[in-house]
């Protein structure tokens, strides 16, 4: 799942693709890298980041979807959307495949009966409290735990509406301090326990910036590490800036799978 951001101020300042032409070419190389879905976003959702009304969200979002449309006519589209009515828009207007949700529903309480009523896939992820107060003070007594546990309970609220194709999403980054992070990566395989596919995304994020003390212009190493234990702890699609990179990883990962 190769990321576009229809943004001017997400966390990864090479991510950022707003004028038509830079929309083009990021479909393009996503695409060309051998990336198989492309997630649009038009709000950032970095820690911190500033409040963005719908109207806002639906015009950068539909512009992009526009572009991306044409320009990559093959890909699966998926929208990075929090807001039941943009998700909604995304999918009767542009033909949108999944919607991800980076609330896991807590943020629109229309969400989970939108999705279950335009039957589209659905990433379910695990964020507490907002991008404006995520990282304020992120506490667990037990982060793996009380993770799944939450996402348990939405996944039956989203499968007493019928819904059948739900991707897990633990949220690195989202509530959780560093030590969370490598908590949930270590006993990633825990997650196995839905029986449904477990979407990462640790892309650039600070869990790689902080411990090796870079920006995220220099976590492309660090990310591909990262994915690749992200991998052999089951993990079904990888979410990432750098599509080139993680499609290595992934096809070297299948490699070794063929000679055990």
């Known amino acids: ?25 990021r479909a393009q190389q996503i695409i060309s890298e051998g990336g198989a879905i492309i997630d649009v976003g038009a709000y950032s959702t970095r820690p911190g980041a500033a409040d963005v009304s719908a109207e806002e969200e639906w015009e950068r979002l539909a512009n992009a979807l526009q572009v991306v449309r044409r320009e990559a006519p093959e890909a699966i ?7 039941a009515e943009i998700a909604r828009r995304s999918v009767e207007t542009f033909g949108v495949s999944i919607i991800n949700d980076i609330s896991g529903g807590d943020a629109d309480a229309q969400m989970f009966d939108t999705v279950a009523e335009l039957r589209v896939p659905y990433v379910l992820m695990h964020c507490q409290g ?55 990566l270590r006993q990633l395989e825990d997650f196995r326990i839905f029986d449904l596919p477990l979407l990462v995304g ?22 591909t590490a990262l994915n690749a234990f992200a991998l052999m702890k089951g993990t079904h699609i990888l979410r990432v800036h750098d599509v080139k990179a993680a499609v290595e990883v992934v096809k070297l990962f299948e490699r070794v799978k063929l000679k055990e």
Request: charged residues 25%.
């Open 1 to 25: 799942m190769g990321i576009l951001n229809a943004t001017p101020d997400s966390f990864y300042a090479g991510s950022r693709t707003q004028t038509e032409l830079k929309l083009a070419e």
């Open 77 to 83: 589209l998926s929208v990075d959307t929090f807001r």
């Open 202 to 223: 640790v892309s650039r994020k600070s869990m790689i910036t902080k411990p090796l003390d870079i920006t995220a212009e220099d976590a492309l190493n660090g990310t």
């Open 130 to 184: 907002t991008p404006q107060t995520m990282q304020q003070a992120p506490s667990y007594k037990n982060v793996t735990a009380e993770v799944i546990t939450d996402l348990s309970r939405k996944v039956r609220q989203l499968r007493q509406r019928g819904m059948r194709d739900v991707i897990i999403d633990p949220g690195f980054g989202f509530g959780k301090t560093l030590e969370h992070n490598y908590t949930l």
